[in-house]
């Protein structure tokens, strides 16, 4: 099962930042966040991971606890083509293989 | 930038049929995944694959599933006799090592009549 909770949908108005929260407090200390999104059906899109520090990349910036159970991804201006279903995911890791579990996801509908 | 293909994108069979789909990994990635999504449901772990072998598989992947990567680019995942319930979006993932970033082809999506 999925180690993660999310709201299933938010809303954000075009040109706003979307903050998008994520409840993971069974993550293990070894444990990454990963973010993913899927617009419609094409393929899940990787968007950025952390461990423990704040991340910041191209597309998104990644907030992580302190205690590292709850994190948040933020876009920092949406716009309509950041659409889509969100998902945080902490990434299982075992020996020589690793695996993503994913939930039901935030539905963000960015709106003009 | 460099990215997973796979093929077919839409792959028509009756129930009871073999089907194989397609993916080409990114070049130099050692791990390959394949992940399923039934329509409206959940992206679903399936199986994992390093050093030519399986690494993990889940309790969907039973007895019809296979993986192959048969000549060092291609990696397949085959259906022995394909039921209805196989119907669903297939997703082939590649990374090059753990605890960094899969990246997902495009899907092929399964129908069986």
């Known amino acids: 099962d999925a180690k993660t909770t999310q709201p299933p949908s938010m809303d954000c108005a075009e040109g706003r930042a979307a903050n998008l929260p994520c409840n993971h407090s069974?993550?293990?200390?070894?444990?990454?966040v990963y973010w993913y999104r899927q617009i419609h059906s094409q393929g899940p899109q990787y968007i950025i991971h952390?461990?423990?520090n704040n991340e910041t990349n191209e597309m998104a910036s990644l907030i992580i606890t302190e205690d590292r159970k709850s994190s948040t991804l933020i876009l920092p201006h949406a716009t309509l083509r950041d659409t889509a279903v969100y998902y945080c995911?902490?990434?299982?890791?075992?020996?020589?293989?690793?695996?993503?579990?994913f939930g039901t996801g935030t539905r963000l509908q960015v709106f003009p | 930038e460099p990215e997973v293909t796979q093929t077919p994108s839409h792959q028509v069979t009756q129930m009871g049929q073999e089907v194989i789909l397609r993916c080409v990994p990114i070049?130099?990635?050692?791990?390959f995944y394949w992940y399923r999504q039934i329509l409206g449901q959940k992206v679903e772990f399936l199986v994992s694959?390093?050093?030519?072998?399986?690494?993990?598989k889940s309790e969907i992947f039973d007895d019809q599933f296979s993986v192959e990567r048969p000549d060092g680019s291609n990696f397949t995942l085959k259906i022995r006799s394909t039921k209805l319930e196989d119907s669903a979006m297939y997703f082939c993932?590649?990374?090059?090592?753990?605890?960094?970033?899969?990246?997902f082809g495009p899907g092929t999506r399964l129908t069986v009549t």
């Open positions: 993932a590649s990374s090059d090592g753990l605890n960094y970033e899969q990246y």
């Open positions: 069974t993550i293990s200390g070894n444990e990454y």
């Open positions: 952390g461990l423990k």
């Open positions: 995911i902490v990434r299982v890791s075992f020996y020589n293989t690793d695996k993503l579990i």
């Open positions: 070049s130099n990635h050692l791990y």
């Open positions: 694959f390093y050093n030519n072998e399986i690494s993990e």
